[in-house]
């Protein structure tokens, strides 16, 4: 049996080797398939609707670090007919999971405004959950020019 000193030392040499296996070490972008899986998990696997959500994000950026984005839901945000929660997933981050923003009638507009960031040029999916149980879903496409991306 291996101590744990004795695995981080093999673990480094096979690194340095450029021979460690890929199974030992997690894959460095997600996938779309992962952030459609982390959105099901966010909203509770309820069916997704598209349409209602706007996604707005410059069509390219050399500004990884730091992309614009806005999400608009249509609601009329009273007390029977309100956002509750708006969810953000990147396709192709490290971790797909960007945001969740909770919202109630208070808010007046179902509107949020942020910078994330963005390994690669990649789909940005925003989800909202509506009071009613439903769930719309928007996409934006955002383009990362000059080797700029920011989550790697």
Do not use: W
């Amino acid at each position: 049996m291996l101590s744990r000193r004795d695995l981080l030392l093999l673990c480094a040499a096979l690194g340095m080797s450029g021979a460690l296996p890929g199974g030992l070490i997690g894959q460095a972008r997600a996938a779309p398939r992962d952030a459609k899986q982390r959105l099901a998990e966010l909203t509770g696997g309820a069916e997704q609707q598209s349409g209602g959500v706007e996604i707005i994000l410059p069509e390219a950026t050399d500004q990884a670090r730091h992309v614009p984005m806005r999400i608009r839901v249509d609601s009329p945000m009273t007390e029977d007919d309100y956002v509750k929660a708006i969810h953000v997933v990147a396709e192709r981050n490290p971790t797909p999971a960007i945001a969740s923003f909770h919202l109630s009638p208070a808010n007046g507009k179902a509107e949020i405004s942020t910078r994330i960031r963005l390994l690669q040029t990649q789909v940005v999916v925003a989800a909202a959950e509506m009071s009613d149980g439903s769930v719309r879903v928007g996409k934006g496409r955002c383009k990362i020019i000059g080797g700029a991306g920011a989550c790697g």
